[in-house]
């Protein structure tokens, strides 16, 4: 069974970091690339970025809002794609999923599988 | 970014009506779209890929059309199960983009 599990969410003041990890199980991690999404309480879907396999050289991309404050990597030897969330603003309060897609992210780049996802709140 | 909008935003119907979700993309995406569906408390669950493609274990009863900047989802006999928020994304571009929603309610 397909399962990614999100972790490591919680409260944190404006300015401090975040590291959120996604622990995935029943495929072969190395063969997928990572995209992460979030959610903020009551509103829509927004990409966060993602992080391609290690054959494509693991190159990331992001979203604007996010660029330059959030750094994706991969562990395959431990089946684990983590979140680095710097310099984090109220308006990244949110609930984020890790979702797999396919290898490179082109005509593959839709979310087949979610995890529950992992809230994050940034308040002083 | 390419801008997504989908219509209606709310959905009032009934079980077993016939309903449509239209989303149009600001620019051409060619057939680079999904849809989800989301329920209360839970994470988005995948339906239609590349526009019109079926997941594996959607039923048959949602379908998907449309190329360039104008999508459809269609379910089309409503379950009790279907009252739900749905979206589409686009991943014709980097930078992946969804539409605002539309929240499909029982009438």
């Known amino acids: 069974e397909v399962q990614l599990v999100e972790s490591g969410g919680g409260l944190v003041q404006p300015g401090r970091s975040l590291r959120l990890s996604c622990t995935v199980s029943?495929?072969?991690?190395?063969?997928?690339?990572i995209s992460w999404f979030r959610q903020a309480p009551g509103k829509g879907l927004e990409w966060v970025g993602f992080?391609?396999?290690?054959?494509?050289?693991?190159?990331?991309e992001y979203a604007a809002s996010v660029k330059g404050r959030f750094t994706l990597s991969r562990d395959d030897s431990k089946s684990i794609a983590y979140l680095q969330m710097n310099s984090l603003k109220t308006e990244d309060t949110a609930l984020y999923y890790c979702?797999?897609?396919?290898?490179?992210?082109?005509?593959?780049?839709?979310?087949?599988?979610w995890g529950q996802g992992t809230l994050v709140t940034v308040s002083s | 970014d390419i801008q997504m909008t989908q219509s209606p935003s709310t959905l009032s119907a009934s079980v077993g009506d016939r309903v449509t979700i239209t989303c149009r993309a600001s620019?051409?995406?060619?057939?680079?779209l999904a849809w989800y569906q989301q329920k209360p408390g839970k994470a988005p669950n995948l339906l239609i890929y590349?526009?019109?493609s079926l997941e594996s274990g959607v039923p048959s009863r949602f379908s998907g059309s449309g190329s360039g900047t104008e999508f459809t989802l269609t379910i089309s006999s409503l379950q009790p199960d279907d009252f739900a928020t749905y979206y589409c994304?686009?991943?014709?571009?980097?930078?992946?983009?969804f539409g605002q929603g539309t929240r499909l309610e029982i009438k």
């Open positions: 979702t797999r897609i396919g290898s490179y992210c082109g005509g593959d780049c839709y979310s087949d599988f």
């Open positions: 029943g495929f072969t991690f190395g063969d997928y690339a």
């Open positions: 992080i391609r396999v290690k054959p494509y050289g693991g190159t990331t």
């Open positions: 620019q051409n995406i060619n057939y680079w």
């Open positions: 590349q526009a019109s």
């Open positions: 994304q686009q991943y014709s571009s980097y930078s992946i983009t």
